[in-house]
């Protein structure tokens, strides 16, 4: 395998893995749809077990002619949330012009990140005093309380889109709709 037979492994690895990241991270968010408030945390790219997303890169790697090296799929070190993975190719790089090469494996090395592409400004809420109303304090008959209905979820926009959620009939973005997926250098 050459170096670039070997980028490409790294290249797939490393996509597979923040894949599969931003798709757990779409199923927790659907784990939590009913309570808004923990979305910021599932948006900035918190909730996901990296060991799961790294099995993946290992499967593309291998799918590709190459093995992890070492810690070959580690999340990033720094404010981007995504994988670094590092692989080596299986097979040798074989015959060249320079003698030396012949049983030497192509290593490389490539970083994806997971980037969010929706907000979430919740409303606000109504006070929970609504103050004096007229007649308080007069007597009248209890009604029975109608079971509250869910009211939709507004305030999602995903890139140019603004989602109202209906929590008794949902229609949701996928994960490509949350979440955009791509290689750093």
């Known amino acids: 395998m050459t170096r670039s037979g070997a980028q490409t492994a790294a290249d797939a690895a490393a996509l ?29 790219g918190k909730g996901f077990v990296e060991a799961e997303a790294c099995e993946r890169a ?10 992890l090296l070492g810690d070959g799929c580690t999340r990033l070190n720094s404010e981007d949330v ?12 074989g015959r060249s ?15 994806a990140v997971i980037v969010p592409r929706c907000t979430f400004d919740a409303p606000l809420e109504p006070s929970e005093d609504p103050g004096p109303t007229p007649g308080e304090g007069e007597e ?6 109608e079971p509250e209905e869910s009211e939709p979820i507004v305030g ?11 929590p008794e009939d949902p229609v949701l973005p996928d994960a490509a709709d949350l979440f955009r997926v791509r290689l750093i250098d």
């Open 16 to 44: 597979a893995a923040a894949q599969d990241a931003r798709d757990q991270l779409r199923d927790r968010w659907l784990d939590v749809l009913s309570d808004p408030g923990q979305w910021e945390a599932l948006f900035e």
């Open 58 to 67: 290992a499967a593309f790697a291998a799918r590709n002619g190459a093995d």
């Open 82 to 93: 995504g994988f670094k993975v590092t692989v080596r190719s299986v097979d040798a790089v």
């Open 97 to 111: 012009v320079i003698p030396i090469t012949e049983s030497q494996h192509a290593v490389a090395t490539a970083e």
């Open 140 to 145: 009248t008959p209890e009604e029975p309380e």
């Open 156 to 166: 999602l926009v995903c890139g140019d889109v603004s989602w109202v959620i209906d």
